[in-house]
């Protein structure tokens, strides 16, 4: 029977364990512990959970421990494309009917994949597709992972335009906001940079968290070690705008949000990104690039890079994007500044696939 929408735990899948709970689960389930090894090998080198793709296992061992390992946690149910195929958004169902996507983006020299990291999202900025859908539930790590290993697997298989291909990079841009779910994402990172077989060995510098600044949570992942990008979505430099733009800026400021920033490249070495989505009339004048870009520089040089994005439309909202020369005219402030600027180039609008369009809607 399926639970109701939302409630209940996803069942355990072999993703969620570590390499010793691994082999206790193998183990458990009456097989010799160096099958969870051929396991991972399946899993994360050849990408698939496809039992009648383990010849090296007995055909009875491999349909039983697909059974109790690898349940189906996500079934895609809808893909688009866009771009000539470049941009594939797939829009998933999870075990208990709970709906999320995740979108797929091929670069001349990069593959990256958007993933969701929860249903919905609690953080209601009124700009975003996601925060008008309030949260349902925070997303476990192999559902995560299953984003990323399905889009590894139809990459590497060919099924993306421009022939096989390798997935270099993943983005929590998708979907919810990561840090409200940090366990289960930092579980995620760790599978992705973890080495074959025990994880997909990804660079943790193509792993970007993007986060809304819950501060607290920044300066415990500046603690892990483990050197992912950090991009802030900031979106205004004053507290007044921010405020209404990202809710939870009455809790943390902006002048908190970049001073954990800040700490993040201290501890980390790596450069942090500021998301800055131009909303024609709202948050897009040129003092206020001035004063992102003062704000900047006032915790040092070198230590940050920013991604200006024009706004992308979304349902019910009044907002629209900057004009291109009042875009044009932020950009060439914050460069006046010293500080690093591209602007983001948005993939996938059209199939409302693009930064802040999620919504997981079924009948588009
Ligand atoms: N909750 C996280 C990650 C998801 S959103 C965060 O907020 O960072 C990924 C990025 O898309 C964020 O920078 C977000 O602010 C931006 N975004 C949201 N809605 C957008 C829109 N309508 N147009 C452009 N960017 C948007």
Known sequence: MTPPKGRGKPPRHFVDLTPEERREAVAALGEKPFRAKQLATHYFTHLSSDPSEMTDLPAASRDRLAEALFPQLVTPVRTLSADAGATVKTLWHLFDGVKVESVLMRYAHRNTLCVSSQAGCGMACPFCATGQLGLTRNLSTAEIVEQVRAAARSLADGEVAGGPGRLT????MGMGEPLANYRAVMETVRRLVAP????LGMSARNVTVSTVGLVPAIDRMAAEGIPVTLALSLHAPDDELRSELVPINTRWTVDEALDAARRYFEATGRRVSIEYALIRDMNDHAWRADLLGEKLNARGRGWVHCNPIPLNPTPGSKWTASEPEVEAEFVARLRAH?????????????????????AAEEDV
């Open 338 to 358: 010293g500080i690093p600027t591209t602007v983001r180039d948005t993939r996938g609008s059209d199939i409302d696939g693009a930064c802040g369009q999620l």
């Open 196 to 199: 074959v077989p025990d994880g």
């Open 169 to 172: 990079n993943v983005v929590f």
